[in-house]
């Protein structure tokens, strides 16, 4: 008795100690806010991998800016009389064209109220520069160097790698320009391939030089022609008319004021939306799968789940606050259930209330699928979106197995029960049964996107066949409504509901972010693989199993240096 007594009371203190702990980091954090300067000019820095939204609290460590903090702080900024213009420090990011151009509208709609944008880095890559090139000034470290020398995407094939280990890729695929397979069973481009691939980067390339070419007034014709002599050190940047003056961050912060600069953590905190009626900013991050949303526990990144999704949409829907809801999609899709069963959760909003989908960097395959039952659909130019295809299939693992002297015996019940075994290869019969899965749900989709879109049979089945097609190429096809970002999105949301344009709302965001103590459950071991080879990797772990699954997926590495 006493032994369980005292074991209680070693509990008791060591939840009050972890509770107090906490209470002690939020009271800190209280006490210490900084004290905002009457007047100045606000101070953010842009580095590393942007998210859209992060899910979950970051615990004892510092996260980079996501695009939703930086959206707030401009948006409320924009008319804020307290906030003369902008200090930005540019890092190297992890972003896509998509993201940088939302990030450039935004400084050109605060640069529209006659605040000026101030831009510092100390070296800069080509995505960065397309962001600077959008400030009032542009100041490059003496020592620093401009990267601008074009854009390339570098594809991985993987055949070889799996030839050597023993591993052969069974996967089917609907139809010619439906690559995410090809990463596994292709040594290099097939023609359909390469032919999507030169689309692509000409007008992602177009849409990059166009942006710089009005923000530094120059015609596209010199654009490209530095852009061949590249890159460039400081002293040839500011020759060339790149950059603005060469200085030092010290010297920058003189002519910004430093001590009236305004940090953005503090900033954001002090204010909220206000307004008596609500507009829902709904998230569908991350690779689609079935059950809950969360973060992939083997190799971090996040997944969009189906229940979770429809849990969350079921809640939107309900709320007679809520008049309208922007989903604001950055994913390039996954299993073909689970997106639909977003769609369907979708559908249900729209027939209550306003829908406007905003497509971030990717929005393809399952990304697009859960797009299509909307009222409107928004894309940046260079958003990498559409991808009307399915894949399908498993990996044989049997060589593999060999090399490392494993074995293994089979007892079934059931002709095809050991079907998707990975000691086994396909039969050609079990193969045609997964021709003809695959081509049901490529016939579904279609329908969707004819039902949906109002686009004729014989159109889709042109611009489908899995082929990836950019926001600005989507909007000439009927793919997508309108080329902008979550400013547009969210002005077409209160059209559609009849609020006028200059009415305030209150936007709330969905889902809600996780708590440290639901972070403290996760896994993040992983978080520093690329994204890319995240996904290689959790495609490969989720297909080796004996119930694998449709896919609706974008090509893996669409990665633009």
Known sequence: MKRNTAILIVILIFAFLIVAFFLSLFLI????????????????????????????????????????????????????????????????????????????DNLKRFRSKGKRVIIYSETMGNIEYMIASAGDRIYLNPSGVLFLNGLASQTVFLKKTLDKLGIKAELEHIAEYKTASNTFTEEKFTPAHQEMMNSLMDSIFDNFVHTISEGRKKKPEEVKALIDRGPFTAPDALKEGLVDNLLYEDEVLKEVKEKNLIKIKPYLKSWQFTGGKKIAVLYALGSINLGESGIDPIFGGYVMGSESMRRIMKEIAEDNFIKGVVMRIDSPGGSATASDIILRSAKNIKSKKPLVVSMSDVAGSGGYWIATESDWIIAQPSTLTASIGVIGGKFCLKGF?????????????????????????????????????????????????????????????????????????????????????????????????????????????????????????????????????????????????????????????????
């Open 401 to 561: 197995y060999d090399k490392l002297g494993i074995t293994m015996e089979v007892v079934k019940r059931g002709r095809f029960s050991d079907m998707f075994s990975d000691y086994r290869e396909l039969t050609e019969e079990e193969k045609e049964k997964i021709r003809k899965e695959i081509a049901w749900i490529y016939e579904e989709f279609k329908k969707r996107v004819i039902n949906c879109r109002k686009i004729k049979l014989e159109e889709v089945e042109r611009i489908g066949k899995g082929r990836v097609w950019t926001g600005e190429q989507a909007k000439n096809l009927k793919l997508v409504d309108q080329l902008g970002g979550l400013n547009e999105a969210i002005k077409k949301v209160k059209e559609l509901a009849k609020i006028p344009e200059k009415e305030e709302v209150e936007i709330v965001f969905y889902p809600k972010r996780k708590t440290i103590y639901e972070k403290l459950l996760s896994m993040e071991a992983f978080n520093d693989i690329p994204a890319e080879w995240k996904n290689i990797l959790s495609f490969i772990v989720s297909s080796s199993n004996y119930k694998p699954q449709p896919y609706l997926l974008m090509p893996f590495i669409i990665k633009i240096n």
């Open 29 to 104: 954090s209280y006490y210490l806010e900084e004290k905002l300067p009457e007047k100045g000019m606000l101070a953010i820095t842009l580095s590393g991998v942007m998210e859209e939204e992060r899910l979950e609290i970051p615990f004892l460590r510092r996260a980079p800016l996501t695009m939703k903090e930086f959206w707030l702080a401009l948006e409320k900024a924009v008319n804020d009389r307290r906030i003369e213009g902008l200090y930005l420090k540019l890092s190297f990011l992890g972003i896509g064209p998509a993201k940088a151009q939302e990030i450039v």
